[in-house]
């Protein structure tokens, strides 16, 4: 139980550190610095949402359950990150890094649910070790 649910539960907590903090600038160019950190955003919560959906799976809930409940879990979480942001000196909360955090969270899983069952049997045996298909 602890195996699936603690990586979930660290991964939060180190987007919750992220965004507790001032934004360093990645770049004086607007675009640039808005990719980057819009990248940011669609991996963290890709991840939260691949965690999600291994734990998911672990507790035995069939993979499209997962799959969904996972993306919807990481939409919220990313609104109440969102949210805290709001009350962070330096920072703000908007709903389209909400937006921005279930685009990245719909399309790892994605990923996961569709392609890894596909991949080579080698690599498909280590993704099946790691619990995620």
Excluded: C
């Excluded at 991964?11 to 819009?38: E, Q």
């Excluded at 955090?101 to 045996?125: E, H, M, Q, R, W």
């Amino acid at each position: 139980m602890a195996s699936l649910w603690l990586p979930v539960i660290i991964w939060a907590f180190l987007i919750y550190r992220f965004s507790s903090g001032s934004i360093p600038v990645a770049s004086t160019v607007f675009w640039k610095d808005f990719t980057v950190k819009k990248t940011g955003h669609v991996f963290l919560f890709g991840v939260l949402a691949v965690l999600f959906y291994r734990a998911f799976v672990g507790e035995g809930f069939p993979r499209k359950k997962a799959a969904l409940w996972a993306v919807m879990f990481s939409a919220f979480y990313g609104a109440t990150d969102e949210y805290h942001q709001m009350f962070t000196q330096g920072r703000e909360g908007r709903i389209r890094d909400v937006f921005i955090d279930t685009l990245g969270a719909s399309v790892f899983i994605f990923l996961v649910y569709k392609l890894l069952p596909n991949l080579p049997k080698k690599l498909k045996i280590y993704f099946e070790r790691l619990g995620i298909i």
